[in-house]
Nanobody, 125 residues
């Protein structure tokens, strides 16, 4: 099993930046696809970004492409989400997740086996 803990959320003004971290414990995540998702109040959870086990392949939602960057440090068992040019519509609880079965980044929520508890990101206008 793997435990995932997100951190780095907070309150930021529109146009600002935040860097989220997702720390894994319990076992290595070297072979896992890692993803970031978000859920705004009253809305369904949605895909944000994903990265393959090596870190060489990434996939982004159209809404964040060019503004967010996903990366990973397998030695530290940590995945990052650098969020730039933040908009009020980016306000949500952000979750990281691990897919232990696939080797390619993807947006399928049901394909991720482990989830963190989430970290709140609030962007003020």
């Amino acid at each position: 099993q793997v435990q995932l803990v997100e951190s780095g959320g907070g309150l930021v003004q529109a146009g600002g930046s935040l860097r989220l971290s997702c720390a894994a414990s319990g076992r290595t995540i070297w072979n896992d696809v890692m993803g970031w998702f978000r859920q705004a109040p009253g809305k369904e959870r949605e895909f944000v970004a994903a990265i393959d086990p090596s870190g060489g392949g990434t996939y982004y939602a159209d809404s964040v492409k060019g503004r967010f960057l996903i990366s990973r440090d397998n030695a530290r068992k940590t995945v990052y989400l650098q969020m730039n040019s933040l908009k009020p519509e980016d306000t949500a609880v952000y979750f990281c997740a691990a897919d232990t079965k696939r080797a390619y980044p993807h947006a399928l929520i049901a394909g991720y086996d482990y989830w963190g508890q989430g970290t709140q990101v609030t962007v003020s206008s």
